[in-house]
């Protein structure tokens, strides 16, 4: 016994004492104005536009829509709930996916509702099921891959544990033994983002207790993601890029660790999110819809008991002031496509300013390009180019010649005058 007290006393001595991820609060004026950029969003509620990621994030944010939100949520469950338990023989492309149905969940749980109706009971059947696919998908020798991604795979175990619905440990048992071994993870290509998504899930599991006897497993998989995640921070101070880095903070700020830097790098990490707020990297909504929880010291594991009542600031709708200036400045782009036969590559002139979406339009107007693409939560994700349409675990990469791959999607990303684009069809 009393070797237990001194071994204690030596982990509680300075050096090893535990750390928190700590980011003091930022100007409200900036939250406030994030907040504002989701509004227009709101208004569209067509099955294409809808995206739950959005109210999660509003809910767990300092910031609120008011009747616009519940209108939201209201008409979030008309859709999905049509969608996915309505008995219409509706195309089956329509129906939300996996992980937009984990995101639902989620959205549901931010409002304090929890899944004990009939209705609740079927999309929690629904989920299960889904993960059981993956399961089968990624195979006993967990030689396979889940069809959706270990990111997905991640967030539904989050979205039934914060219901408190418990998987089986063979599912979780899939997703730490990805963790365990590193590559599967690595094979996603952004890893931060998984493995926090990972991580948030073992930390729901852990304060639920919902697979106890996975318990030290699940407390071990959580100290390698975190670490993980802490080691890949950039020399400016992101873990992995900007976009992974809310996740990662969602991650780190759900417990203290021993024996590591925590708190400096979490307010590096800050400092760095903060200069690219600035910079208005922070314009995709589903982004924002992940970064507006960390503002408010909030994560996804704090839907195990939301706060439905927390007081939050109304935001006023910005009102368009319609600019007078006429873009008269163009740039030039060239894009090109080297995987296809013949090889394409053209220069391209669109006003300053376009979106590498404007680029792609021009160029298949000019002739001699084709393109298409698949909405999802983030805008349109590019699905063919030429013709040529990705197949199983393949993706259109895009590259800022000679190989840089972009942190942004076609809508945002705004090539600079002089830049060649290059889409190139590879593995993950
Ligand atoms: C898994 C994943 C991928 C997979 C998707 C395939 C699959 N079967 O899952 C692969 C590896 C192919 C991929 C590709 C890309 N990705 Co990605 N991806 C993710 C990740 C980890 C999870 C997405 C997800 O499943 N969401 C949950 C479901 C419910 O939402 P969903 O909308 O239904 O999901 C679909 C879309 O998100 C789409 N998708 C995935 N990535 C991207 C990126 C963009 C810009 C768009 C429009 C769509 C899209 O694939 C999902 C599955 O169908 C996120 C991480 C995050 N923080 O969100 C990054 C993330 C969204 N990706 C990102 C990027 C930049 C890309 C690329 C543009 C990289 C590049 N240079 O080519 C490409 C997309 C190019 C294109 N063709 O349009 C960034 C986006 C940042 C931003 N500001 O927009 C993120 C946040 C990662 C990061 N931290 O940098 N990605």
């Known amino acids: 016994m009393g070797r237990l007290m001194v071994l204690l006393f030596l982990l509680g001595s300075p050096g090893a004492l535990a750390e928190i991820c700590e980011i003091p609060n930022v100007d409200s004026k900036l939250v406030e104005r994030l907040g504002q950029r ?5 208004d569209q509620l067509s099955q294409e536009h809808l995206n739950p990621s959005i109210y999660v994030g509003l809910r767990l944010s300092s910031v609120q829509a008011g009747d616009k939100e519940a209108f939201y949520l209201h008409s979030l469950k008309l859709n999905y709930q049509q969608n996915l338990l309505g008995n219409d023989h509706s195309d089956r492309e329509a129906k939300p996916t996996m992980g937009q149905l984990a995101l639902y969940m989620l959205a549901l749980r931010a409002n304090c509702e929890l899944a004990r109706s009939h209705k609740g009971d079927k999309l929690v059947s629904q989920l299960k099921r889904f993960l059981e696919d993956e399961k089968n998908a990624i195979g006993h020798n967990h030689k ?17 544990c914060v219901h408190q619905k418990r998987v089986h440990d063979r599912v979780v048992g899939k997703l730490l033994h990805a963790v365990e071994h590193d590559r599967h993870l690595h094979q996603d290509h952004l890893s931060v983002d998984t493995a926090a998504m990972a991580g948030l899930a073992f930390t729901c599991l852990e304060r639920s207790n919902l697979n106890p006897d996975l318990r030290n497993r699940i407390t071990l998989a959580l100290r390698t993601v975190r670490e993980k995640i802490l080691k890949a921070q950039t020399s400016e101070g992101h873990f992995g890029n900007v976009y992974s880095s809310p996740l990662a903070l969602q991650l780190l700020m759900t417990s203290p660790m021993r024996g590591v830097q925590l708190g400096k790098a979490c307010l590096k990490a800050r400092a760095a999110l903060l200069a690219s707020l ?26 195990i008991s939301p706060d439905c009542l ?28 080297p995987s296809v036969l013949p090889p394409y590559r053209h220069s391209i002139t669109v006003p300053a300013g376009s979106s590498l979406e404007d680029v792609l339009k021009k160029a298949q107007e000019l002739g001699g390009f084709m393109y298409g693409t698949q909405s999802s939560l983030l805008g349109p994700y590019l699905t063919s180019v030429m013709g040529k349409e990705v197949g199983k675990r393949e993706f259109w990469q895009l590259l800022r010649a000679p190989d840089t791959p972009l942190l942004q999607g076609i809508a945002d990303y705004t090539p600079k005058n002089g830049e060649t684009i290059e889409l190139r069809l590879v593995s993950w």
């Open 38 to 42: 989701l509004l227009p969003w709101m």
């Open 278 to 303: 600035q910079d208005g990297a922070f314009q995709n909504v589903l982004m924002i819809s992940q970064l507006l929880p960390v503002l408010n010291h909030k994560s996804y594991v704090d839907l």
């Open 310 to 337: 927390a007081p939050r600031a109304m935001l006023e709708p910005v009102m368009e002031t319609l600019s007078q200036t006429q873009v008269s400045e163009v740039i030039r782009v060239t894009l090109k496509v």
């Open 144 to 160: 396979g891959h889940p069809h959706t991604s270990y990111y997905q795979y991640g967030l539904s175990i989050l979205a039934l």
